[in-house]
Structure formats: structure tokens, C-alpha cells
């Protein structure tokens, strides 16, 4: 029985759908990617990014040099066979994808706390204070 994906990886269900639509819809479906809301409040930043049909163990968060990565791979295999043992239908969809935000070089792994929930990965990322840049000092040269 053929029931239509949710999240558009199932090849069979959605042959003809694909096959009649034009370049650009298809691209649009084929485009993996993350929905980041991004809200600011008085101490912190929170992030939510949505992640539907990855579970927690396909989710990495990496800090390195002020920069959150935020990865995530999902690799999925579906067979069906009748009472012989045969093939009706054999699917895969490997997915994968990345984005990256500059947090500052002040904030360190430890301060950023995340969850994750029907789909949404939720981080608090707290405000720290940037230290201050010194200002420059030229001196005077007479001649």
C-alpha cells in the first residue's frame, strides 16, 4: 500500500508527483535544511532549530573558536517482502545537514544548554560581555 511521505524522502510515493512538477518544485522538495527562530532576551539568547524526523543520536553540537555547528545525519532503510521472501519494495534516504553561528570567543561549552523535543533542538546560549578592546595608543613622533 503506497501512503504519501510526510517528509518527502519516499521515492515510490512521490514518483509521480516529482516527475510532473517543474525543475524548481522539485528543488525545493529535495533541499534539506534547518528553520532557525532566534529570540533575544534580557540574559540570553535561545535558539530554536528544527530538526523534523532526526532523533537525538543523530544531532551533534560542536564549539570551536566562538562558532556553534550544529550538525545533524539521518540514514533510514525500509524493506518490504512478500511470503517468499521477495522484494515489493526496498527503500533508503540517507540525510544530512549543517549551519554554523558565531557566538563570540567569551562563551564556552559549558554555558550553552540544549534539549531536544518533537523535533526542535532548543539551546540557551547566555550574554557575556565581549572583553573590552583596547583602545590604541600612537605615539608622537617629532622630526
Known amino acids: 500500500m503506497l501512503v504519501p511521505s510526510i517528509f518527502e524522502n519516499n521515492f515510490v510515493d512521490n ?6 512538477s517543474t ?21 540570553k539568547y535561545q535558539m530554536d532549530i528544527e530538526l523534523p524526523g532526526y532523533a ?18 539521518h540514514e533510514e532503510s525500509k524493506e518490504e517482502k512478500d511470503e517468499e521472501g521477495r522484494y515489493l519494495c526496498k527503500e533508503r534516504y540517507y540525510g544530512q545537514c549543517q549551519r554554523s553561528f558565531y557566538v563570540g570567543d567569551n562563551i564556552r561549552q559549558e554555558d550553552i ?13 547566555p550574554k557575556k560581555d565581549a572583553p573590552a578592546v583596547e583602545e590604541r595608543k600612537y605615539i608622537s613622533i617629532e622630526g
Do not use: C, W
Not at 525543475?23 to 540574559?43: H, L, T, Y
Not at 544548554?113 to 546560549?125: N, Y
Open 23 to 43: 525543475p524548481f518544485e522539485s528543488a525545493r522538495k529535495s533541499v534539506p535544511g534547518m528553520n532557525v527562530d532566534i529570540q533575544e532576551f534580557d540574559d
Open 113 to 125: 544548554h540544549a534539549s531536544f523535543t518533537d523535533g526542535i533542538l532548543k539551546l540557551d546560549i
Open 15 to 20: 514518483f509521480f508527483d516529482d516527475f510532473f
Open 56 to 73: 537525538k543520536e543523530d544531532i551533534k553540537a560542536d564549539l570551536k573558536d566562538g562558532y556553534l555547528t550544529i550538525s545533524a545525519n
